[in-house]
């Protein structure tokens, strides 16, 4: 065991995460060990199955670790059969477009409920959260209905309007917000600034992180929806990724699922993209919120 | 920096891929095709599960040609002035989303499941064509397989009144046993028109360790999970157990009979022959390899033949083809249950003589014969001369499609999906697991509930 110390002050004992020192860390590492297999092998066996040529008519048992037959020909079928690329730029617009309309949405509410406290700010709150206990499956239909009458449908206006809504983004952004000096605005008041100016020039900066996880949750939400696109859209060259995934079984008699584990792998890789690039912002985000409290 | 890398790698690994598909498009040929019609209008047609781009078929890994080029070859010479709208629906949602399309009126013409459309035309969403047929002398529904045309849920309504839909693809539920495992045993082949008992005497016979290779063997395999319950289908028939008298179109005074003795002896068969079956088949597993070189299961009940006619297609691997024959159903005539997959057209649909113009075209012969060479889908068509002699599978199929009757036994019966498909499912569940019920009063219950049912309609 290395002893340092800080400063001439109390040693400081470090532990090396290789050398447990006791059983009930080796057995706590075996089990996050059989816990990380159980999460990440499904995930390898999609990957190697989308490059496995002889399990595209059916899914091969016992399960396999190595293709019988490597081709990259699911992934050309991919994105051939059904135009992939095109609808994951469409996914990617859609998902931008719904960032952009939320996260205004959820910073502007919960920056209003939490710095300029009006009356009634708590139960404006209470309510954009209460709609978070009615499930889609329930507004699916007059939202539908709604979209009809207004010719809405169709269009990529169906995800845009509906995203206003970001009542997770407000709770988010307000307890963020909530933890940023109120003396901040204060001083920009005098200094002159009106409230946008105060938001946008003080106070959006420091909301960094919490705008990454916002990002990241609202990319996800959007990308793996299947239900709403498959209502709202109607011209196959609007879908959305995972219509174009769901397409796949043309044949009830063929399920293909080397060709649907290649699409599902390639409709993986903007998330994995943006995950890389944002995941820093996520971590700082959760380990602020740790710090403060 | 590392990111970086990572993101480059990925964007490499997109453009490679995007690049190395081929979007070109198989129409080398210009069609000859004369004008057909000259009625204007636009046809919003919804699909279920066609590919409307040219690309890649799963089975030879060869170019197949998507619909889109298909009708700019063929339809757009033949219809001039009808602008055809194509929406493209996944199967597995199809049913909620081509409802939600006929309800908002939304669609002219679709394609989908069976059972979907025979439970539209009961909601009053769906045109009948009888007067369109009667009208038209362009239009002979003799062409079509008789069965399917007359019998069918999937296109004439539960009183047998009315046509909504006419056929256009097939599925295939045939029986299938693999020679070679018959040989290595020393059992007789299959007839050809085998009984129940003569498939689970069999069956019994080849479970167990192969005396030639030493593999595990299985006498047989059924789907222990089948959402239509097609093997209990194809037992009904062989056993007379029509599940009670009475029609569709009028739930409520039905007469159930589902505690009958022939009800209790297609239960004694199941309960018989899920000894015989692989574990898996609890899951619609286990039956990965049959049709190919590894297969370790003498008897398929519904199968469709795509795994041993892929290889031929693909390997050119004939040998598979000698090797698995087929047989008719169950049924005393071979009849089983028979899946058709029709195009019906909206109640409400804005271009009537247009649409039907389309629907003729879809299910027409030229068509059948398009998605028979690009994606092996099995016609419906009585003289499909267009199908290539080696698959037997398909022929054996619209044999089958050509006897069989839907009865109450249907996935067009709103109790039979409900109740009896998951009581049966449940009772090979048990059976396989050793845990059987008896089946006089599991019966007596089911019959219970389908009184109580259509009661309370």
């Given at each position: 065991?290395?002893?340092?110390t800080?400063n001439g002050?109390?040693?400081v004992?470090?532990?090396s ?12 590492i ?5 816990g ?8 390898i ?5 989308s ?23 699911t992934y ?9 690329l ?5 996914s990617?617009?859609v ?8 996260l ?5 509410s919960?920056?209003?409920?939490s710095?300029?406290?009006f ?6 709150l209470?309510?954009a959260?209460?709609?978070m206990?009615?499930p889609?499956e ?5 939202q539908?209905?709604m979209f ?12 845009f309007?509906?995203?206003?809504n970001?009542?997770?983004g ?12 109120g003396?901040l605005?204060?001083?920009?008041i005098i200094?002159?600034a009106?409230e946008?100016?105060?938001?946008l020039?003080v106070?959006?900066p ?5 705008l ?8 996800l ?39 649907i ?15 890389l690039f944002?995941?820093?912002?996520i ?6 919120s740790g710090?403060?409290? | ?8 790698l990925i964007a ?11 979007t070109?498009?198989t129409?080398?040929?210009a069609s000859?095709a004369k004008?057909v019609?000259k009625?204007?209008?636009?046809v919003r ?5 066609w590919q ?5 078929d799963?089975?030879?890994?060869i170019?197949?040609?998507g ?15 009808i ?9 597995e ?18 394609y ?9 035309q ?7 064509l009888?007067?369109l ?8 529904p003799?062409?079509?397989?008789q069965g ?9 309504s ?10 256009a693809v097939?599925?295939?539920r045939i ?9 290595e ?11 129940p ?8 016979k080849?479970t ?16 222990g ?10 037992l009904s ?11 569709l ?13 022939e ?17 898996g ?10 049709g190919?070189?590894k297969n ?7 199968a ?5 006619m892929?290889e031929v297609?693909?390997?050119?691997n004939t ?10 159903n169950l049924?005393?005539?071979g009849?089983?249950?028979?899946a058709?997959?029709p195009?019906?057209m ?10 039907w113009?389309?629907?003729?075209f879809l ?30 599978y ?5 044999e089958?499609?050509?006897?069989s009757?839907s ?14 498909v998951p009581?049966?499912?449940g ?12 089946i006089?009063?599991y ?9 109580k ?5």
């Open positions: 065991m290395k002893v340092t800080i002050n109390e040693p004992r470090k532990h995460l290789f050398r447990p020192k006791k059983v009930a860390d080796l057995v706590l075996a089990v996050l060990l059989i990380s297999l159980v999460m990440i092998i499904p995930f066996w999609m990957v190697i199955t490059f496995d040529w002889g399990a595209r008519l059916k899914i091969p048992f016992p399960p396999r670790f190595w293709p019988e037959e490597f081709s990259i020909k050309q079928m991919a994105f051939t059969n059904i135009p992939m095109k609808y994951m730029i469409n990617l617009m998902s931008a477009g719904v960032i952009i309309v939320s205004l949405s959820a910073l502007f919960g920056y209003a409920i710095k300029l406290k009356k009634g700010a708590n139960i404006v209470l309510l959260l209460s709609t206990m009615i889609f329930m507004t699916m239909i007059p539908y209905l009809a009458k207004f010719k809405l449908l169709d269009s990529y206006w169906s995800f309007l509906p995203s206003l970001y009542a997770f407000t709770f988010l952004a307000k307890s963020f917000i909530d933890q940023l000096p003396s605005r204060e001083a920009a200094d002159g009106n946008f100016i105060v938001f020039k106070y959006l420091l909301c960094i992180p919490v990454a996880t916002m990002i990241i949750l609202q990319f939400a959007v990308w793996n929806d299947l239900l709403w696109p498959l209502l709202a859209l109607k011209s196959p060259d609007k879908y959305t990724i995972q219509l174009g995934i769901a397409m796949f079984s043309y044949n009830k008699d063929l399920p293909l699922p080397s060709v584990m290649a699409a599902t792998t390639a409709s993986l890789i903007p998330v994995i993209v943006l995950y944002l995941q820093r912002y971590v700082e985000s959760i380990a602020l710090i403060k409290q | 920096m590392v990111k970086k890398l990572y993101l480059i490499l690994l997109i453009l490679t891929t995007a690049a190395c598909s081929s070109s498009s129409t080398k040929e000859d004008v019609s009625v204007k209008g636009t047609v919804s699909l279920a599960g409307l781009e040219s690309g890649i799963p089975i030879t890994g170019d197949n040609m619909l889109k080029d298909f009708l700019k070859k063929e339809f757009e010479p033949r219809y001039p002035n602008k055809l709208e194509l929406y493209q629906v996944p199967w949602n199809a049913q909620a989303k081509q409802t939600a399309m006929l309800k908002s009126g939304d669609v002219d013409v679709l989908t499941g069976g059972a979907f459309a025979s439970q539209w009961k909601q009053g969403l769906l045109k009948g009888d007067q047929i009667e009208t038209d002398s362009s239009f002979d003799g062409i079509y397989l399917v045309w007359e019998n069918s849920y999937s296109t004439k539960f009183d047998k009144k009315v046509h909504f839909g006419i056929p097939l599925g295939r029986i299938i046993y693999d020679k070679k495992l018959f040989d045993w020393g059992v007789d082949y299959l007839s050809k028109n085998p009984t008992e003569e498939i689970l005497e069999t069956a019994k080849m167990g360790k192969n005396p030639k290779t030493g593999q595990k063997n299985y006498g047989i395999w059924f789907d999970k089948a959402l239509n319950a097609s093997t209990f289908v194809a028939y062989a056993y007379g157990a029509t599940g009670g008298e009475g029609t179109d009028d739930l409520k005074n039905i007469k159930w009979n589902l505690n009958s003795p009800m209790v002896k297609a239960f004694e068969w199941l309960k018989e022959a899920a000894k015989y079956a692989p574990a088949m609890l899951n619609t597993q286990g039956n990965e390899n049959f190919l070189e370790d299961i003498a008897i398929h009940l519904d469709n033949g795509a795994s041993t892929g297609l693909a390997n050119k040998k598979l083809l000698d090797r698995f024959e087929s047989t008719l049924g005393p005539n009849e089983g249950w028979v058709v997959d195009f019906v909206a109640k409400d649909a804005k271009n009537v003589k247009a649409s113009e389309v629907l003729k299910t027409g012969p030229i068509t059948q014969k398009y998605t028979y060479d690009n994606f092996k889908n099995t016609p419906t068509l009585k003289d499909a001369s267009f199908v290539s002699k080696d698959d037997k398909m022929k054996t199929a619209m089958i499609a050509q006897v009757k009865t109450l036994l249907d996935e067009a019966d709103p109790f039979f999906g409900s109740e009896i009581a049966i499912n009772f090979v569940s048990k059976a396989r697991n050793g845990n059987a019920p008896d006089q009063s019966l007596d219950d089911l019959q219970k509930r389908a009184e049912w259509s009661a309370n309609q």
